[in-house]
């Protein structure tokens, strides 16, 4: 099978491209713009989503099957003050790729974001109606309307937090509370905010899962555990022996960890307190287990051991 995975250089994209690459018969494809790519043997392009010709020769000379679309514009103050830029790379260079998947007979998996809906509730099933109330949700959320009407097959792919280890230099809420808890610094999490977050591996068999297999239409894939930013903290505090007495509680945000993961922003509102996925339905569907929070950060911290 050949695969082109767009933004394969992120933090989502060097995960899979690693899983995707050890499977035998596979031919692996990626693009970047402003993160260099390792030489790993697979093949790279260098290339701006929002140039539709670069675009068409990227396709041209992958010729894939099935197209994994992870690059975006993905923190919410970026897009709230770049909307122009953000709808161009969200939806545009969406809706582009859409149309070359189908002009070339590829399938695209289009990766989507918890942040499709309003935050009044949480826990949204796949059939629940998306109300964005950011610039970045509605982005992704027209951007998946355009993957629906451009592609005769498709994939959509919702998530929520996504954690694991980034690549040196860049930065990720899970990494970045380890390193502030062993120093000894205090945070200060929400006990109102939720969300079901989800290890980077886990997440990406669930991609692997919709390359490999035919399962039209849209899917959540995230955490088994709808917990509070404080729980998640705790969880990580526990998972990796620290002192969870450093993790403090508050009612409302009082500070935000440097830097959001690639799919899920770390800004937040106080409108988009209840998000996270059920995942229910595409569990059963692919017919997987998907881990919760201790599972997770236990598969994370036995990673870097191993690494």
């Known amino acids: 099978m050949r695969l082109l995975i767009v933004g394969a250089s992120g933090f989502i994209g060097r995960y899979l491209v690693r899983r995707l690459a050890g499977v035998g018969g596979h031919v692996v494809a990626g693009t970047y713009w402003s993160r260099p790519p390792p030489e790993d043997g697979n093949f790279w392009h260098r290339v701006e989503l929002t140039n539709p010709a670069g675009l068409e020769s990227v396709f041209n000379a992958a010729r894939p099957d099935v197209v994994v679309h992870l690059a975006a514009i993905a923190d919410v103050g970026t897009a709230e003050r770049e909307p122009e830029r953000a709808t161009a790379v969200n939806v545009t260079a969406t809706a582009s790729i859409a149309r070359l998947s189908q002009l070339h007979g ?27 109330t950011t610039h ?17 097959r498709w994939n959509i792919l919702r998530t929520s937090i996504v954690y694991g280890w980034p690549a040196p230099g860049r930065r990720n809420f899970a990494p970045w ?42 899917h959540h894939v995230a955490g088994a555990d709808w917990v509070s930013m404080y729980d998640f903290a705790a969880a990580i505090a526990d998972g990796f022996q620290l002192d969870r007495r450093l993790v403090i509680p508050v009612g409302q945000p ?6 959001a993961n690639p799919v ?5 509102s106080r409108s988009l307190d ?4 059920d995942c229910a339905k595409t569990m059963q569907s692919l ?12 598969a994370m911290r036995a990673s870097h051991q191993s690494g």
């Not at 009082?254 to 830097?259: A, D, K, R, S």
């Not at 209840?274 to 996925?277: N, Q, S, V, Y």
């Not at 017919?287 to 236990?298: D, S, T, V």
């Open 287 to 298: 017919g997987m287990e998907f881990p919760g929070l201790a599972e997770g950060i236990a």
């Open 254 to 259: 009082l500070e935000e960890p440097p830097g």
């Open 274 to 277: 209840l998000l996270g996925l």
């Open 136 to 152: 970045y949700g509605r982005t992704k959320w027209q951007a998946e309307q355009e993957v629906a009407r451009l592609a005769s």
């Open 177 to 218: 509370l380890i390193d502030r808890l062993r120093s000894g610094q205090p945070y200060h999490p929400p006990t109102d905010v939720y969300r079901t977050p989800v290890y980077v591996d886990h997440l990406v068999e669930g991609i692997v899962e919709l390359v490999e297999g035919d399962y039209p239409g849209i």
């Open 106 to 132: 590829a399938k695209p998996v289009f990766v989507s974001t918890e942040y499709v809906f309003d935050g009044q509730r949480g826990y949204y099933r796949e059939d629940d109606a998306p109300n964005p």
């Open 264 to 268: 899920e922003p770390a800004a937040e």
